[in-house]
Nanobody, 123 residues
Framework: QVQLVESGGGLVQPGGSLRLSCAASGSIFSIGSMGWYRQAPGKQRELVATIASGGSSNYADSVKGRFTISRDNAKNTVYLQMNSLKPEDTAVYYC?????????????????WGQGTQVTVSS
């Protein structure tokens, strides 16, 4: 199994910045796509940004130009730099990763989710 642990959430004023981190651990052979999703109260979970192992990235229209996703493959870690935050960015942010890992005697490929970190944008 692969474990994902997020950190960096918190309370910030509108216009402020936060940097989220998500570290993957376990018997990891390789990690493909990593990403960030968010879920606001009463709403469905939505894509924020994804990044492939080679570095190509994809963003939701609502965060383009404000958020930047990056990764450190040596550390199995993905980051989300969030600038110019708005109240509508308030949500629980979840990290995801598609990884190949050793399970017993065999390799398996599966997606994993972190436990989520709260981001609140409010004055």
């Amino acid at each position: 199994q692969v474990q994902l642990v997020e950190s960096g959430g918190g309370l910030v004023q509108p216009g402020g910045s936060l940097r989220l981190s998500c570290a993957a651990s376990g018997s990891i052979f390789s990690i493909g796509s990593m990403g960030w999703y968010r879920q606001a109260p009463g709403k469905q979970r939505e894509l924020v940004a994804t990044i492939a192992s080679g570095g190509s990235s994809n963003y939701a229209d609502s965060v383009k130009g404000r958020f930047t996703i990056s990764r450190d493959n040596a550390k199995n870690t993905v980051y989300l730099q969030m600038n110019s935050l708005k109240p509508e960015d308030t949500a629980v942010y979840y990290c995801s990763a598609d990884s190949t890992y050793l399970s017993g005697r065999y390799f398996q490929t599966a997606g994993s989710w972190g436990q989520g970190t709260q981001v609140t944008v409010s004055s």
